[in-house]
Nanobody, 120 residues
Framework: QVQLVESGGGLVQDGGSLRLSCAAS????????MGWYRQAPGKQRERVAT???????NYADSVKGRFAISRDNYKNTVYLQMNSLTPEDTAVYYC??????????????WGQGTQVTVSS
């Protein structure tokens, strides 16, 4: 199975920055779209940002202009640079990856999650 190992979470003050990393390994196929999702207590999991294998990105409106997703296809690693963090960003952040071709099953994999806590 594909394994996703996340790192970079932690405690940061209001206005601070963090950089999350997620490395994918164990796939017999190419890694397609990768992304970051988050879930705060009492809330549904939401998509934060995604990036395709070709480098096209999408962001949730709440993080546009503050977060930046990038990837290193050679290392099969996706990053999330988070700037101007606020307490509203506090959540468990999960890495997600899909494999190519899309017809391969299972196609969707998740990391274990990393806690991001922003104090005010």
């Amino acid at each position: 199975q594909v394994q996703l190992v996340e790192s970079g979470g932690g405690l940061v003050q209001d206005g601070g920055s963090l950089r999350l990393s997620c490395a994918a390994s164990g796939s017999r196929f190419s890694i397609g779209t990768m992304g970051w999702y988050r879930q705060a207590p009492g809330k549904q999991r939401e998509r934060v940002a995604t990036i395709t294998s070709g480098g096209f990105t999408n962001y949730a409106d709440s993080v546009k202009g503050r977060f930046a997703i990038s990837r290193d296809n050679y290392k099969n690693t996706v990053y999330l640079q988070m700037n101007s963090l606020t307490p509203e960003d506090t959540a468990v952040y999960y890495c997600n990856a899909r494999i190519l071709p899309m017809t391969v099953q299972p196609n969707d994999f998740w990391g274990q999650g990393t806690q991001v806590t922003v104090s005010s």
